[in-house]
């Protein structure tokens, strides 16, 4: 999926930024298109006609004296603000007994009147307006050994594993499109959004051929080596691959899809056994110690040397934790019964001495 697509899911800024709904303000260009915007999404007419407002505003005040600019402004602001019955969303209205009537809802005016006075502000703010929509990439890293968790400004949770990166954009003002970019693993922890029409704004998660696609859920996304997994721990997410394929996923499911092989494998697994790293622990459930060796070198970089037969047919089962690299070095020794020693940037696996 292609970021910016979605104008359902799109904020006031994001109309005010896309390259596309600007020609049509500021040149009449895909009318068309924007017109069947409108009526194929109602409830963002509002914020459609406050964006284009905006842009006309801003053009206009570039030719005017300073002082009118700000004339403007506050001409604007009365006009968006203004109660004259002529029906702002969310209005509340009076009957002839002098009854409320329940207009569609006291936050769509509470919105708009958000906007206008954002707009007035921006308008007064001069060269710098455009500097606080814009959004700017935002890259979170990890290290080898090294866990972070991120908020993000959604109040969505992510817990960035080791050897990862993270990216996605926001504006000074906060603004944030739902949508990230991973490289690694990352669990996530996604917050339901309203998006103001009785529903709910999707979250996007991108990696290297595939977008994971979630409402408000909690699931683990690992994209390593030319192969990209999601296990779904809460929820429910749509898997969408860059052939036009879609997986769906109920809680307790996981999908796995590898670039190199051509293949996309479903099945039921226990969430536990993939996410609980996040927790500074490792769930083995009959892992094979080839599946172990891969995780110390993508999470703590390090290579692995087995020196006996015996010792790479092994399989694990347990919980260990692994708060740090010697802490999980000294579980491995104890449940596996050998010895593990570290030589520069190897780890070396070997039977015990009798």
């Known amino acids: 999926m292609e970021a910016g697509k979605f104008y359902d899911q799109y904020t006031i800024e994001d109309f005010i930024l896309d390259e596309r709904f600007h020609d049509w303000v500021t040149h009449g260009r895909d009318d068309e298109f924007w017109q069947a915007q409108l009526r194929n999404c109602p409830e963002k007419s509002d914020m459609i006609h406050a964006a284009r407002d905006f842009i006309l505003n801003l053009k206009i005040r570039e030719h005017l004296p300073g002082s009118y600019r700000e004339q403007a402004a506050v001409q604007r602001f009365r006009e968006l603000t203004r109660q004259d019955g002529k029906g702002i969303p969310g209005e509340m209205t009076r009957m002839e007994d002098g009854r409320a009537a329940t207009a569609p809802a006291r936050a769509g005016l509470k919105w708009l009147r958000g906007v206008a006075a954002s707009l007035l502000v921006l308008c007064l703010l001069g060269g710098g307006t455009w500097m606080l929509f814009k959004k700017k990439p935002v890259l ?109 996923l109920e809680p307790g499911e996981r999908v796995e899809i590898s670039r190199k092989a051509k293949s996309v494998i479903k099945n039921k697994v226990k969430p536990e056994r993939y996410t609980s790293w996040k927790n500074l622990r490792y769930t083995f459930d009959q892992t094979p110690v080839s599946e172990l060796v891969q995780i110390i070198n993508d999470n703590y970089g390090l290579q692995v040397l087995i020196t006996d037969k015996k010792i790479a047919g092994s399989k694990l089962s347990g919980v260990l934790e692994a708060n740090n690299l010697q802490t999980f070095v000294n579980a491995l020794s104890f449940v596996l019964n050998i010895t593990i020693r570290k030589e520069g940037n190897q780890l070396i696996f070997e039977p015990k001495q009798e």
């Open 140 to 248: 979170v890293k990890t290290e080898y050994g090294q866990m972070k968790q991120v908020k993000l400004p959604d109040n969505s949770i992510i817990y960035l594993n080791a050897n990862s990166n993270l990216r996605y954009e926001k504006s000074l003002l906060g603004g944030f499109s739902r949508e990230v970019w991973l490289e690694g693993e990352a669990f996530f922890e996604v917050e339901k959004q309203e998006n103001g029409s009785g529903g709910y704004r999707n979250f996007l998660v991108h990696t290297q051929g595939l977008a994971v696609e979630v409402l408000g859920t909690s699931f683990n996304v690992r994209d390593r080596h030319a192969v990209s997994s999601v296990t779904l721990q809460s929820g429910k997410v749509e898997v969408n691959m860059d052939e036009g394929r879609k997986v769906m």
